[in-house]
Nanobody
Framework: QVQLVESGGGLVQPGGSLRLSCVASRFIFSISTMGWYRQAPGKQREMVAT???????DYSDSVKGRFTISRDNAENTVYLQMNSLKPEDTAVYYCNANTGAFGQNYWGQGTQVTVSS
């Protein structure tokens, strides 16, 4: 069974920082583009950032320059460093593993990020 286990969410003041982590099973991690998505109340889930196995990254315009995605292939872990957080970043953040040509898409259970004073 594929597992994506997220951690690192919480409550932070505007302008603060958080780092999310997601550990995946070794095989799935090795063949996947990893990503972070988020869903705010009443809104659709949206892509935040993705990173391929070769390290190519992509970001939504709303987080460019503030968030950084990275992956540690030895630890099967993907990170999302979030700086200069804004109230509009409040959402449940989900880790995603997309296996591309293998045709599978996996999700973590989600971790709540709340930006509020």
């Amino acid at each position: 069974q594929v597992q994506l286990v997220e951690s690192g969410g919480g409550l932070v003041q505007p302008g603060g920082s958080l780092r999310l982590s997601c550990v995946a099973s070794r095989f799935i991690f090795s063949i996947s583009t990893m990503g972070w998505y988020r869903q705010a109340p009443g809104k659709q889930r949206e892509m935040v950032a993705t990173i391929t196995g070769r390290g190519h990254t992509d970001y939504s315009d709303s987080v460019k320059g503030r968030f950084t995605i990275s992956r540690d292939n030895a630890e099967n872990t993907v990170y999302l460093q979030m700086n200069s957080l804004k109230p509009e970043d409040t959402a449940v953040y989900y880790c995603n593993a997309n296996t591309g040509a293998f045709g599978q898409n996996y999700w973590g259970q989600g971790t709540q990020v709340t930006v509020s004073s």
